[in-house]
């Protein structure tokens, strides 16, 4: 029997819901490029439920206790004493998502000497110390491209919002305004604009192909150089490095994990590098961008906006500065979790389960680290430390 601790965020605040607001999902074949979408044995939830919250429990509890298994699942991970630590030390499987991560410190590693396996159910397995995993051989795996899609359009969706100054439009509806002038005096057209990603895997290339049909110039740097004929496609312009390609670009949007050489990335002296009114899309990881730098870039009008997804920690404080700093399009952490999401990511989390149990491969490409070593996914995209 293996005990699964799981770490999902809270219940809606009125509730589990009881309706939804569409009765079903539109039908995929596949995800692009040919991977198959994730293919448990079976499923015991309705596609397109809430799965992602305490009660939705990933739709697991049926299936792993009817095959003897425990399942512990809860929303407390980060203060002193949370139910998370209370219950680590017992643990073979520890499983959380990227929007409400159970960070695995080498601290907690060294309290759960039991801990055989750790699944993220989406993408980003970068709130696990991967050097902890590899030193005690530990399996980390994630659901590959469950969400990417949906991340990519969100990614759209923010750089549209800034360019056209589409949310205090909004707020002006809300107040009862109309006046046009304020609405439009930082509202510009996304055409011609010359965008540009840092990292172009599965989310990266797929904004790109969603941002072609704007007539915008595109630019992208990443580790692995895409295909000439890729880059024929799209019209793509190749740069060696993000400092490379930056100061060319109006909208700049970061879709590169988190590894020693992203982090704080984008501080003082490479925003400065920047065109003056650039807009920055972070639905990455907070930490590529420096927090401070950030802020003093928006008051300083360096940034002319800055829309992310992500912050550090998460859930992020009431008084985080970036809540409140100007020309900001701040979700919480919120573009991989829709309800489509989460559907194939509860199904890619039991069908990583079902082969673990099984004592079968897990899929290359959900393996992040496998017997010691980086693997899959996660030799592509990440760098051990040592």
């Known amino acids: 029997m293996a005990k699964v601790l799981c770490v999902l965020y809270d219940d809606p605040v009125d509730g589990y819901p009881k309706t939804y607001a569409r009765d079903d999902l539109p039908h995929l074949d596949g995800f692009p490029g040919g991977q198959t979408l994730p293919s448990p044995k079976a499923i015991d939830f309705a596609p397109g439920a809430l799965l992602g919250s305490v009660s939705g429990e990933l739709g ?28 680590l030390p017992d643990t073979d499987i520890v499983i959380s998502q990227p929007f409400w991560p159970a960070y695995l410190t080498p601290e907690r590693f060294e309290k759960a000497k039991n801990l055989k396996l750790v699944i993220t159910a989406g993408i980003g397995s970068d709130h696990t110390d991967l050097d902890s995993a590899i030193a005690r051989g530990v399996t980390v795996a994630e659901v590959t491209y469950s969400n990417s899609i949906s991340v990519a359009e969100h990614v759209v969706m923010m750089i549209l919002s800034q360019v056209r100054n589409y949310l205090p439009s909004y707020q002006t509806v809300l107040d009862g305004g109309w006046n046009i002038a304020d609405c439009v005096a930082r509202s510009y057209d996304l055409e011609g604009m010359h965008v540009g990603t840092v990292a172009a895997g599965r989310i990266g290339t797929a904004v790109l192909r969603r941002l072609k049909p704007f007539d915008v110039h595109l630019h992208y740097t990443d580790r692995h150089r895409l295909p000439a004929e890729v880059e024929q496609e799209l019209g793509l312009t190749f740069h060696e490095s993000a400092a490379d390609m930056v100061p060319h670009c109006d909208v700049v949007t970061i879709n590169a994990p988190l590894h020693p050489e992203t982090e704080g990335l984008f501080d003082d002296k490479l925003i400065a590098t920047m065109k003056r009114g650039t807009y920055l899309i972070n639905t990455a990881r907070a930490r590529i961008a420096d927090r401070d730098a950030i802020m003093r870039a928006l008051e300083s009008g360096q940034l002319a906006g800055y829309a992310g997804d992500v912050w550090f920690p998460q859930p992020a404080p009431a ?3 970036w809540r409140t700093m100007p020309h900001h399009g701040m979700t919480p952490h919120i573009s991989g979790s829709t309800l489509s999401a989460q559907t194939r990511y509860a199904a890619g989390t039991r069908e990583i389960l079902e082969s673990w149990f099984a004592g079968t491969p897990i899929r290359d490409e959900y393996l992040i680290v496998d017997g010691g070593n980086l693997a899959g996914t996660g030799a592509h995209s990440y760098s051990a430390k040592r």
């Open 60 to 87: 697991l509890r049926e299936f792993l206790e009817s095959q003897g298994h425990q399942l512990v699942v809860t929303s407390d991970k980060d203060r002193e004493g949370s139910v998370f630590d209370q219950e």
């Open 319 to 321: 008084d985080h500065p």
